[in-house]
């Protein structure tokens, strides 16, 4: 075979193919487009996340936690019921391993 | 519309505009991934979609650089490394593959398809793009993303084989 042979027959353009659906079936596949109301949504929120962390009373729900979690410290019942939490799960672990 | 048109409105998020763009393109991106695949339409046609898909979510990355088909190409040619990878379907760089003797005259009667079949991924996508895609060298290895001089080995290699394969059927 000659070399302009070869180049004319290179040259030979791909077969044209038909759609039949090729493109219905990369529409499918696509994901769907981002609403632009989600967009909104998002702002919105965010928006209200920050108002409420600016006018949230930081300070007394500070107060009242610390107030519950030394009153739960210093609870002889609180303490109970840790342990029989762990003794519990102490023994539930056991059982598992039969 | 025209193409460009068609990108910037499909890069706003326009799906119908999208659709035109895979209808202008999918025969040629199919064809180039049937001479990838050596034929097979169904491997082909899923990369093609894969491809489509990628550039659809990579659409606002494209500013305009080189031709919207070639970006594609180049989407796809991606594609089809990893595929050959994950199935080691092939070696992708220079096979050792030639048309000895026997073999030769096994494939007299081959076509150019099929004798395309005998040569590496690289050789059978360079050849494609440079003949019978029309791309220049340059933008063909920019495509495929090699040194010019390497596209330049794998499409004198190609048509050496092509060439050894061919010769005797013509």
Known sequence: MTEDKLDALLRTPLPPLDDSGFTTSVMVRMAPATHPLAALEIALLAISAVLALMFLPVRAVTEVAVHVSSQLANSTGAAMACLAIVVTLYFLRDLETY | MSEEGLVRQAARGDRAAFA?????????????????????????????????????????????????????????????????????????????????????????????????????????????????????NEDAAAILDLPPGTLKSHIARGRAKLKALLGDAA
């Not at chain 2, 199919?30 to 659809?56: C, N, V």
């Not at chain 2, 990878?85 to 005259?105: C, F, H, I």
């Not at chain 2, 081959?110 to 793009?129: P, Q």
């Open chain 2, 20 to 136: 035109g763009l895979v209808r202008q393109h999918q025969s040629r991106l199919r064809g180039f991934l049937r001479r990838l695949t050596k034929g097979d339409q169904a491997l082909a046609d899923d990369l093609a979609q894969e491809s489509f898909l990628e550039a659809w979510r990579k659409l606002a990355q494209f500013r305009g650089q080189g031709s919207f088909a070639g970006w594609l190409l180049r989407i796809a040619w991606s594609r089809y490394l990893m595929q050959a990878r994950r199935r080691k379907l092939e070696p992708l760089e220079e096979t050792d593959e030639r048309a000895g003797p026997e073999e030769m005259s096994v494939d007299m009667r081959l076509d150019l398809e099929s004798a395309m079949r005998k040569l590496s991924a690289g050789e059978r996508a360079g050849l494609t793009l440079c003949y019978a895609l029309g791309y220049s």
